[in-house]
């Protein structure tokens, strides 16, 4: 029987090369370094995939909703950016050992990308360590890496061979965010509830869940107000991806029969885009309810808002508002930004709203809901405001406009190219499958 340093250094022996001989040539320091056991290994895991391969969807049904063990085998910095829900990280590399890989395999091609991976591993405990750091105690573990390709398959082809049910995400991280946009593609009709500045969109679309309606609150899911002042109490946004993935799988839960009720918005909340199929469908919503209120409801909205956000931002909104308003300043022109910035400081937030409604918001959302042509339904909050009291008015006047059987709005041009996948930064570790 040959030796494993025989069968190493023969490539005809090297292809008859057993599972556990693979495993001990790559984990044994100079073995690793020939290309006959690389080889090997991307043989076998490529033999053993399509038996372990699933679709996003089955990936989902298996980890999400049946509570096999999920794991991310990314490096720390892509995980952190968006997961699946519920996945645990175990990086095959740190970030920086992902990019000293990312380099080696752009300069030197996937063979020598492996070898130094390799050695990286081994300096951890090697393969058996690895492979242990995976599954934990799980008998059963869903893997995925950014593409589906030799990281989570060489990761299924070690837990396989410790008697672990393992299957890999078909296409990767990157299959799975195709799969998320793909949901805005069915589901419930959208309502449209918009309006001007200060109108209470937001409380409205509280008290429309306190109701048992559906919602999708995409600015809480965004942590931001929406507006140049949206961020004044300083939370930090998730990532685009990260908020694609939120959004995700608030629609993926709601009931496709019924409708679901979203807050007007410009294909953006801050700094996240709105997924290009959801925009889509809000942009031709059939129904668009505009809210209005008095302007002393609206400017007293603002003011209850700017004090949630400065006891949640721990102090720190009245820097956060001048530097709102300086965004703004172009827009607003020299004269009302510099009466602005005196009534901020005199402390009279007061005028300073009613001044930026008049001269800046209003503006900028008649124009938007313009574009939506007389098809709109409207809604007057009464005095004093009463957030349930509106809610129930929107949902009549979509329920009077459906047994009239009117026409809905025309479906308005988008105001923002579609977003491109911002975290794709094509830094991988072994060829793209």
């Known amino acids: 029987m040959a030796s494993l340093q025989e069968t190493v250094n023969s490539p005809e022996n090297a292809a008859k090369m057993s599972a556990d001989d693979i495993e001990r040539a790559l984990d044994s320091g100079p073995f690793a370094t020939w290309a006959q056991p690389l080889a090997a290994l991307a043989a076998a895991v490529a033999e053993a995939k399509p038996a372990r391969v699933v679709s996003p969807a089955e990936f989902l049904r298996r980890c999400v909703d049946g509570g096999a063990r999920c794991v991310d085998v990314r490096s720390p910095a892509e995980f952190a950016r968006d997961a699946v829900p519920g996945a645990h990280s175990a990086p095959l590399f740190d970030d920086a050992e992902r990019a000293d890989v990312g380099k080696c395999y752009a300069k030197k091609g996937r063979d020598e990308a ?211 308003l300086a965004l703004v300043a172009k827009r607003l022109g020299p004269d009302d930004t510099a009466r602005a910035k005196g009534f901020l400081d005199a402390g009279d937030l007061a005028a300073c709203a009613r001044l930026l409604l008049a001269r800046y918001y209003d503006k900028l959302y008649d124009r938007h809901l313009g574009r939506r042509g007389d098809a709109v339904l409207a809604v007057r909050a009464a005095v004093p405001f009463d957030a349930g009291a509106v809610a129930d008015a929107v949902v009549a006047a979509v329920s009077r406009a459906d047994a009239a059987d009117l026409p809905p709005p025309p479906p308005v041009e988008a105001t923002r190219p579609p977003p491109r996948d911002r975290d794709d930064d094509g830094v991988q570790w072994c060829a793209p499958s």
Not at 149 to 171: M, T
Not at 257 to 281: I, K, N, S, W
Not at 297 to 304: K, W, Y
Request: charged share 30%; glycine share 12%; with cysteine.
């Open 114 to 324: 492996m070898r130094l991976g390799l050695a990286k591993l081994r300096k951890k405990g090697g393969l058996g360590a690895l492979a242990e750091r995976v599954a934990g105690e799980a008998k059963i573990v869903g893997v995925y890496c950014w593409r589906g390709g030799l990281r989570s398959g060489s990761v299924a082809w070690l837990l396989a061979r410790r008697n672990v049910d393992v299957f890999v995400l078909d296409g990767g991280y990157r299959a799975y965010r195709r799969h998320l946009r793909e949901l805005f593609e069915e589901g419930p009709r959208v309502i449209v509830v918009g309006g001007r500045t200060g109108v209470g969109k937001t409380r409205v679309l509280r008290a429309l869940a306190a109701k048992n309606h559906q919602v999708l609150d995409l600015e809480a899911l965004a942590a931001h107000r929406g507006s140049a002042f949206g961020d004044l109490k300083g939370a930090a946004q998730p990532s685009n991806a990260a908020f694609e993935t939120k959004c995700a799988w608030a629609w993926r839960a709601l009931d496709a029969t019924r409708d679901v009720f979203v807050e007007d918005e410009e294909g953006h909340v801050g700094r996240c885009l709105v997924p290009p199929a959801l925009y889509a469908r809000m942009r031709a919503a059939p129904r668009v309810v505009r809210v209005d209120a008095s302007d002393a409801a609206r400017v007293a909205h603002l003011l209850e808002d700017y004090a949630e956000d400065e006891a949640a931002g721990a102090g720190g909104a009245r820097a956060r508002l001048d530097a709102a």
